[in-house]
């Protein structure tokens, strides 16, 4: 069974920075290989939105408007883990973040088409919370 651990997420003032992990495990090396990684975040009233993405096959990776240029996201294989680097941090990006995760192979690598779609991710974990304090 695939499961997503979140940590990492915390409380920090506005400009610090913050490093959210995504441990993956239930499958093989050969299996993550084969899957793309996403981190989407829910904040109080408002709708869930997609954060970034990678496709660890071809290592492409999307962005959200919202935290292009502060936020990167980067693959360890030997780790299973998806990392989500957070700088630059905004009282906006408190949220509760997820990761979840997707086999983009079986999806004939269209990512890009549905990169920001909650429901087309067929695992996910439990959450990790943000407080960014201004």
């Known amino acids: 069974e695939v499961t997503l651990v979140e940590s990492g997420g915390g409380l920090m003032q506005a400009g610090g920075s913050l490093r959210l992990s995504c441990a993956a495990s239930?499958?093989?090396?050969?299996?993550?290989?084969?899957?793309?990684i996403a981190w989407f975040r829910q904040a109080p009233g408002k709708e869930r939105e997609g954060v970034s993405c990678?496709?660890?096959?071809?290592?492409?990776?999307y962005y959200a408007d919202s935290v292009q240029g502060r936020f990167s996201i980067s693959s360890d294989s030997a780790e299973k883990t998806v990392y989500l680097q957070m700088n630059n941090l905004k009282p906006e990006d408190t949220a509760v973040y997820y990761c979840?995760?997707?086999?983009?192979?079986?999806?004939?690598?269209?990512?890009?088409?549905?990169?920001?779609?909650?429901?087309?991710?067929?695992?996910g974990g439990q959450g990790t919370q943000v407080t960014v304090s201004s």
């Open positions: 239930g499958f093989t090396l050969d299996d993550y290989h084969d899957y793309a």
């Open positions: 979840r995760a997707v086999n983009v192979r079986r999806r004939g690598f269209l990512l890009r088409l549905w990169v920001w779609d909650w429901y087309e991710y067929d695992y």
């Open positions: 990678i496709s660890v096959p071809d290592k492409s990776t």
